[in-house]
Structure formats: C-alpha cells, structure tokens
C-alpha cells in the first residue's frame, strides 16, 4: 500500500542545505550544476538590454542568479529577473519580470512548474528562452493566467515595467550563442 505522506520542507530546511537547491511548496528541486557558457551569454545579453533600458527607472533593476523567497515553503533563483522598490537584501517581494532560459534539465519545470508557480504569484512577465531553437516565448499576466503574446527570435518587443519603458531586441541576445 502505498503511503499518503509526502515531505514538506520549509525556508528553515532550505536554509540549511548544502548544495544549489530550490524549494517549491515545499519540494525539494536540486539544481544543474552551473549553466554552459551560451547559457550565460544569454543571460547576460538580456541582462545588459534590460540594464540600460531600464537606466532612468529609478524603482526597477535587473538581478541574476538572486534567492526569491515567495513564501514560507518556497525559494527559487531564476536565471533574470526585474524587481521594483526592493528593501533589503533578501528579494521577497514578487518580481515585475522574470526569465528563465531551458536547459535540457529544466524544461519541464520551467515550463510547468515555475509556469504556475510565477502565474499564481502575480509575475506580470514571463519569458522562457530556448537556446536551441533561437525562441523566446513571451507571456502577459493577464486577470490572473498567463497569456501567450509571442514567440520572438529575431523580432523587438515593446512594454513596460511600472510606467518604465522596454524594448527588447531580440536579434541581439543570440548573437554569440
């Protein structure tokens, strides 16, 4: 017979863990060891674009690879994210932005999982870049559900951020992948 317990894990475990770890709603997720290089050349090209789009927003600001603790059983680390009106050193507040780029390990659970763990948090954008397919679908929070506005290769994507202005070009980010 099978058991009906299943562990459920808090901030205070996570804290004490050794290792790169993400819990959601409890659930331990071990995370890839560090990213490839295109990896990182994508994050760091859409960082940079954010980063100086986002130049005279003066609530907003671009974090990487940083803790987001949205509750007392979940902490995730996305790739990229924007957050506005920070205190503090610990990012609790819910992100106006996040990316995440696929890896062959995290598919699934960026594209279910953090999907509607960022959907049920009021995340009000959501990108998932594919490296290997040159893709970047873009969704909208919109009356509490993502919805999908595109897929973007090699396009430029207009929106804002608090009254902040962006404008990605997405032709740039794949440049050195």
């Given amino acids: 017979m099978a058991s009906a317990y299943g562990e459920h894990y808090s901030v205070r475990d996570y804290q004490l863990w050794e290792g790169d770890w993400e819990l959601i709603y409890g659930a331990p997720y071990a995370m890839a060891p560090s990213s490839s290089i295109s990896h990182q050349r994508l994050e760091q090209a859409i960082s940079v674009q954010l980063y100086e789009t986002l130049q005279k927003c003066e609530r907003c600001e671009v974090l ?48 279910t999982v953090k999907f509607e763990l960022y959907e049920k948090e009021g995340v009000k954008h959501y990108f998932i870049v594919y490296p290997e397919e040159l893709k970047v679908k873009v969704y909208e929070l919109k009356e509490g559900k993502f919805i999908k506005v595109a897929d973007f290769s090699d396009e430029q994507y207009e929106f804002s951020i608090k009254d902040c202005p962006i404008n990605l070009d997405f032709n740039k980010i794949w440049r050195k992948v």
Avoid: F, H, M, Y
């Fill in 64 to 111: 990487s690879e940083i803790d987001w603790q949205s509750s007392d059983d979940t902490v995730v680390r996305p790739d990229v994210l924007v957050a506005c009106n920070i205190q503090g050193e610990k990012l609790t507040k819910t992100p106006e932005l996040i990316v995440e780029v696929v890896s062959p390990t995290s598919a699934k659970r960026d594209e």
